[in-house]
T-cell receptor, first 118, second 112 residues
Framework: GAGVSQSPRYKVAKRGQDVALRCDPISGHVSLFWYQQALGQGPEFLTY????????KSGLPSDRFFAERPEGSVSTLKIQRTQQEDSAVYLC????????????????FGEGSRLTVL | QKEVEQNSGPLSVPEGAIASLNCTYS??????FFWYRQYSGKSPELIMF????GDKEDGRFTAQLNKASQYVSLLIRDSQPSDSATYLC????????????FGTGTKLQVIP
């Protein structure tokens, strides 16, 4: 696709429900990031994929959060037993490159999935 | 200490003035630095990147980098009301892959 696509755009969940958020990155982009953005805050890193490999999951706040990218394209962020503190916008971003080149690193963001946990 | 620090603002400037946005970072090995603009309710979009000490100009925007002081800034000349947004400073870490860490953002308000 032309850009990064995320779905659903809005999700309301009752506390304790499981949710799944989908990200379809720009075709051919090697790197894929998930960020969590609370109201009035900057994006907080959750996890990073290079193709299908999850190279960094240090930002996942608890073991209720799980992400996968099984074929190196579409990614899913799953949150089990949602809590009110999980309410945030979940941003997916992709990047063409994967290496250390200085000038690379531009992230292309999707519109985000706004999760509200009641 | 947060990895990337910004003053949350809001920073208010009159239309036509210069807006100056600042950012400091903690990872001395960081090599690439980015400024993203985020309009309310929208996703961030890249407006500038810089990786060499000094200034980089692109239209009304100038990014400044001082690695010795671990300081990055963004100047917006001839500020317009359409520049009103949150400006996010982002740093590409010195690790083995391009993890990008964001600051909390500075909210800019350009007053007509």
């Amino acid at each position: 696709g032309a850009g990064v696509s995320q779905s659903p755009r809005y999700k309301v969940a009752k506390r304790g429900q499981d949710v799944a958020l989908r990200c379809d990155p720009i075709s051919g982009h090697v790197s894929l990031f998930w960020y969590q953005q609370a109201l009035g805050q900057g994006p907080e890193f959750l996890t990073y994929f290079q193709n299908e490999a999850q190279l960094d999951k240090s930002g996942l706040p608890s073991d209720r959060f799980f992400a996968e990218r099984p074929e190196g394209s579409v990614s899913t962020l799953k949150i089990q037993r949602t809590q009110q503190e999980d309410s945030a916008v979940y941003l997916c971003a992709s990047s063409l490159s994967s290496g250390k080149a200085l000038h690379t690193g531009e992230l292309f963001f999707g519109e985000g999935s706004r999760l509200t946990v009641l | 200490q947060k990895e990337v620090e910004q003053n949350s603002g809001p920073l208010s400037v009159p239309e036509g003035a210069i807006a100056s946005l600042n950012c400091t970072y903690s990872d001395r090995g960081s090599q690439s630095f980015f400024w993203y603009r985020q309009y309310s309710g929208k996703s961030p979009e890249l407006i500038m990147f810089i990786y060499s000490n000094g200034d980089k100009e692109d239209g009304r925007f100038t990014a400044q980098l001082n690695k010795a002081s671990q300081y990055v800034s963004l100047l917006i000349r001839d500020s317009q009301p359409s520049d009103s947004a949150t400006y996010l400073c982002a740093v590409k870490n010195s690790g083995g892959y391009q993890k990008v860490t964001f600051g909390t953002g500075t909210k800019l308000q350009v007053i007509p």
